[in-house]
């Protein structure tokens, strides 16, 4: 069985600072790209940031750089989302998701995407 358990979300006062996390069992996580993907209250999907296969190379969106990192354990089978600078904006439930093909179009429309994560909820609030 292919599980994502992601952790790592909570409440945290603007300008603070979350690490989430994503540990994958049941799958070789290795051939997959990995993306962060949220969701905020009323609103779509947003993509947010992808890793490839080998941590090589990492992409961002635009309300995200220069503030949030993605990083990627192949030996532990987890990804990981380093948020500083946090913003209210950025209150939305985070998910991981598995792809081995798309871009940030197709994963956000789930058209790419092989499995998702449960979700972690991120609230930045004063």
């Known amino acids: 069985e292919v599980r994502f358990v992601e952790s790592g979300g909570g409440m945290v006062q603007p300008g603070g600072s979350l690490r989430l996390s994503c540990a994958a069992s049941?799958?070789?996580?290795?051939?997959?790209?990995m993306n962060w993907v949220r969701q905020a209250p009323g609103k779509g999907p947003e993509w947010v940031s992808s890793i490839v296969t080998g941590g090589s190379s990492t992409y961002y969106a635009d309300s995200v750089k220069g503030r949030f990192t993605i990083s990627r354990d192949n030996a532990k089978n987890t990804i990981y989302l380093q948020m500083n600078s946090l913003k209210p904006e950025d209150t939305a439930v985070y998910y991981c998701a598995a792809d081995r093909w798309g871009s940030a179009v197709t994963v956000v429309s789930g058209a790419s995407v092989d499995y998702w994560g449960q979700g972690t909820q991120v609230t930045v609030s004063s």
């Open positions: 049941g799958l070789t996580f290795s051939i997959y790209d």
